[in-house]
């Protein structure tokens, strides 16, 4: 580091991990020399973006000259319609990752104290650690949060609690009757955000979203995303629910225009097709039982899960299965950056890329 940066930079952004995003094809591609690839990484739809959506994003390219909406005055009027709820509970953010950036700059400052399960979503610790704020990182038990031990870690410093429900890397829940004893004890004081970007995979009737104490003006805010299921993951655009008087807060440190006008067109329109949202959540359901079956067959250890992605023990160092996938097209994520090194996340795909996926990974391990 020069002495320039050690001098001038913020000391806080030296500690920062950097985030690392799944693989992209094109990428695999130029290093590789491949032209068929499937990618399980990053956890996207694989059947794309509703053709509803598509066409609002075409019928809005010829506004392209023009700045977007900046209160997004449409989508959250859309979004109040479809969840039931005041457009002043309602903040619109660059993806979810925007709104988690808004919300540490919102609320944190040096020396505060935010909670987190471990593993879980990294740009709670990244955001977090940009303010100053200290970070703590609560193991997970049997792969899910560890409420109890949440609550155990919670003092008067702590500023915000992140309950990843469905949690990434692991996929799974927190039940409602656990859910429902970890509000009723949290200090009234502590901000708890339920980062809920896997929402409408879920299948389990044990869950219960955060929605509902933001409903009873708790200090809670919800986030969901449009780059799952609804599949605009391209065009960043996530929202959060909350009171009136946390979303005000939230947007005094918000850009002006920081959501794009195709992303604002593209999400109404996605939140209007509901044959598109079905299919997707049929596919995942089957694709889903198709792998613990062919895990099962395998011998592998896997965690069931309520999202979109499963998390599996190959029982070999995760980078070497990747890298021998990779040769083969298939793009998925390693568990040693979760730290469960012979772990791999592999995103739910149509069932032709989850025939693809087994089949690959049986010719690497029975070798």
């Given at each position: ?41 990053s ?32 989508l ?25 950036k ?56 702590t ?42 995979y ?66 109404i ?16 359901s ?41 040769k ?40």
């Amino acid at each position: 580091m020069s002495e320039f940066l050690e001098n001038k930079a913020r000391k806080e952004i030296f500690s920062l991990k950097p985030y690392v995003p799944g693989k992209p094809i094109d990428e695999v591609k130029r290093e590789l020399g491949l032209e068929d690839i499937i990618k399980l990484a990053s956890n996207e739809n694989p059947l794309g973006a509703s053709p509803k959506a598509i066409q609002a994003i075409e019928d809005s390219l010829n506004q392209l000259h023009l700045y977007p909406d900046s209160n997004c005055f449409h989508l959250k009027k859309r979004l109040s319609d479809f969840l039931g709820m005041p457009e002043n509970c309602i903040l619109i953010g660059n993806g979810s990752d925007e709104l988690l950036k808004l919300i540490a700059e919102t609320f944190l400052n040096k020396e505060d104290e935010v909670i987190y399960g471990d593993p879980s979503f990294v740009e709670y610790e990244f955001t977090a650690k940009i303010m100053g704020a200290k970070c703590i990182a609560v193991p997970l038990l049997d792969f899910k949060y560890d409420l109890e031990a949440v609550l155990a870690a919670v003092n008067e410093k702590t500023k915000i609690v992140y309950i990843c429900n469905p949690n990434n890397p692991t996929g799974t829940i927190v039940t409602a009757d656990e859910l429902k004893d970890f509000v009723l004890r949290l200090p009234d004081d502590v901000i708890v955000i339920f980062d809920e970007a896997y929402y409408e995979y879920n299948e389990n009737p044990q869950f219960l979203s955060g929605l509902e104490y933001v409903k009873e003006g708790r200090n809670a805010i919800v986030l969901r995303t449009f780059s799952k299921i609804y599949g605009l993951a391209a065009l960043r655009v996530g929202y959060g629910l909350s009171t009136p008087e946390i979303v005000g807060a939230i947007e005094r440190v918000m850009e002006p225009f920081n959501v794009n006008s195709l992303a604002q067109s593209g999400a109404i329109a996605a939140l209007d097709d509901i044959k598109h949202i079905n299919k997707g959540y049929q596919v995942n359901s089957q694709g889903k039982k198709y792998l613990y079956g062919e895990f099962e067959k395998m011998g592998l250890n896997y965690v069931k899960t309520d999202a979109n992605f499963i998390f599996v023990d190959t029982g070999k160092d995760s980078q070497e299965v990747f890298h021998k996938l990779l040769k083969m097209g298939v793009i998925i994520r390693t568990g040693d950056i979760f730290g469960f090194p012979s772990f791999i996340r592999v995103t739910v795909g149509t069932m032709e890329e989850n025939q693809r996926f087994i089949e690959s990974l049986k010719t690497i391990l029975e070798a």
